[in-house]
């Protein structure tokens, strides 16, 4: 390319963007999630709750499993349901 075609582009490059000026009514203490974001945390908090409820009852029957073969290795290997 040349010079004349660059220099254009070089001075478009050297401008820095200045950010809008605050809007003096938007603060950290007037801007709030509001409804919406009370209602995502409340469905989060629901579906961690059910999550760790289902986990609770898969290691119960896990742990309940584990027992029964124990117990029915005490018993003997020869001693079944059936015998």
Do not use: C, N
Request: glycine fraction near 8%.
């Amino acid at each position: 390319m040349t010079p004349a075609l660059l220099a254009p582009l070089v001075a478009l490059r050297a401008q820095t963007p200045t950010p809008p000026a605050p809007d003096p009514e938007m603060t950290i203490y007037t801007v709030t999630p509001g409804i919406a974001g009370f209602i995502a945390f409340f469905v989060l908090a629901l579906i961690g709750w059910l999550l760790f409820r289902s986990l609770t009852r898969h290691v119960r029957k896990v742990e309940h499993e584990r027992r029964r073969r124990e117990e029915s290795d005490v018993e003997g290997p020869g001693a079944g349901p059936g015998r």
